[in-house]
T-cell receptor, first 114, second 114 residues
Framework: NAGVTQTPKFQVLKTGQSMTLQCAQD?????MSWYRQDPGMGLRLIHY???????DQGEVPNGYNVSRSTTEDFPLRLLSAAPSQTSVYFC?????????????FGNGTRLTVT | AQKVTQAQTEISVVEKEDVTLDCVYE???????LFWYKQPPSGELVFLIR??????QNEISGRYSWNFQKSTSSFNFTITASQVVDSAVYFC???????????FGKGTRLHILP
């Protein structure tokens, strides 16, 4: 049982480049979300989705796009990378949109933008 | 909007001491859910506990215990007889019943010294 899989594990980008962070879960979870973790800032919610075809903004959505065409996948797109987007990114999923469900996290993607 | 405050940025204690991690939350919703997660040095995020707003019963799991007090909007986490393996960053999180966002505090980094 793979759980939540994030790829790549590490990535270095130059300012202005674009890329997609991949996230897939095999638990048939409805809810998926993306967080970024920065020193002293904790985990901040970027975007989330309560089901296929539905996405919404979190606390820090600027500079990021998401889509949810399938239940399993929730990619995060950086259209034009900036040094301020250097961070560790975590994808998470939970069983249902009820707020009682704990999140299952991927192992993270460490992104550096130079 | 909901908010989680973990005022203790970093705590160091000697092994076998008891330690309490504080979590204070803000919400306008009457139904909400509180969580604690652990992030060991290896970096993964691990779910520890969930508590519903209508259940103020404290919980004990081995050396871990949680004290939920609605009167002070707090959900504190105590580790009894700490061990080196407890060294980690601990996050408190909140979700409201009327919202799909799960918001985290900034975390408390706990060092258990041998």
């Amino acid at each position: 049982n793979a759980g939540v899989t994030q790829t790549p594990k590490f990535q270095v980008l130059k300012t202005g480049q674009s890329m997609t962070l991949q996230c897939a879960q095999d638990m048939n979870h409805e809810y998926m979300s993306w967080y970024r973790q920065d020193p002293g800032m904790g985990l901040r919610l970027i975007h989330y989705s309560v089901g296929a075809g539905i996405t919404d903004q979190g606390e820090v959505p600027n500079g990021y796009n998401v889509s949810r065409s399938t239940t399993e996948d929730f990619p995060l797109r950086l259209l034009s990378a900036a040094p301020s987007q250097t961070s560790v990114y975590f994808c998470a999923s939970s069983y249902s949109r009820t707020r009682n469900s704990p999140l299952h996290f991927g192992n993270g993607t460490r992104l550096t933008v130079t | 909007a909901q908010k989680v405050t973990q005022a203790q940025t970093e705590i160091s204690v000697v092994e076998k001491e008891d330690v309490t991690l504080d979590c204070v939350y803000e919400t306008r919703d009457t139904t909400y859910y509180l969580f604690w997660y652990k992030q060991p040095p290896s970096g993964e995020l691990v779910f520890l506990i969930r508590r519903n707003s209508f259940d103020e019963q404290n919980e004990i799991s081995g050396r871990y215990s949680w004290n939920f007090q609605k009167s002070t909007s707090s959900f504190n986490f105590t580790i009894t007889a700490s061990q080196v393996v407890d060294s980690a960053v601990y996050f408190c999180a909140l979700s409201e019943d009327r919202d799909d966002k799960i918001i985290f505090g900034k975390g408390t980094r706990l060092h258990i010294l041998p």
